[in-house]
């Protein structure tokens, strides 16, 4: 499996709820450099699944009207800010396609990452807004993974651990 991790762009910092925080301009534009970097690289989309949150929600339609053949996005509860990777795992267990996407929120995507390659989140490599990172996997499990790429809106930085 081919996992992607998306963080939402960068979203207003408030709203009458978090879950009703909107993207801002930059956030759409932060998007769509990565949609388009993603694009470049011929990379497929089978599935995609998205926070219920606006943020998240906004994010997944920009940067899946920027890829071709792109799959229509499944929401899911197991992605909301409040969900830990742990439970992201168990879901993943059950999913079949092999070229995933997932749109959703720190500190889950980040410790996602963490599990998937490193077995544990001592080394986390924090993803900013707008940052997808690919994880390969042949097997879903801690530490099963590799992180081959993190596509950033300004590619010239480097994710730090």
Excluded: W
Aim: contains cysteine; charged residues 15%; proline residues 6%.
């Amino acid at each position: 499996m081919n996992l992607y991790l998306l963080r939402h762009g960068e979203a207003e910092p408030t709203a009458s709820s978090s879950a009703g925080r909107q993207l801002t301009e930059a956030g759409h534009e932060e998007v769509a450099i990565v949609a388009r970097q993603f694009a470049s690289r011929n990379l497929k989309l089978d599935a995609c699944f998205v926070s219920p949150s606006l943020r998240a929600q906004q994010t997944s339609t920009t940067f899946l009207s920027l890829i071709f053949n792109s799959p229509e996005p499944v929401t899911t509860d197991i992605l909301s800010p409040d969900k830990r990777a742990a439970q992201a795992i168990k879901f993943l267990e059950n999913i079949c396609e092999e070229n995933v996407l997932l749109v959703s929120h720190n500190p889950i995507l980040s410790e996602l990452l963490a599990l998937l390659t490193d077995g544990n989140v001592d080394n986390l490599t924090i993803l900013e807004t707008g940052n997808l990172a690919c994880v390969s996997l042949e097997i879903m499990g801690l530490g099963m993974g590799s992180c081959p790429f993190i596509l950033t809106p300004d590619p010239t930085i480097v994710p730090s651990s």
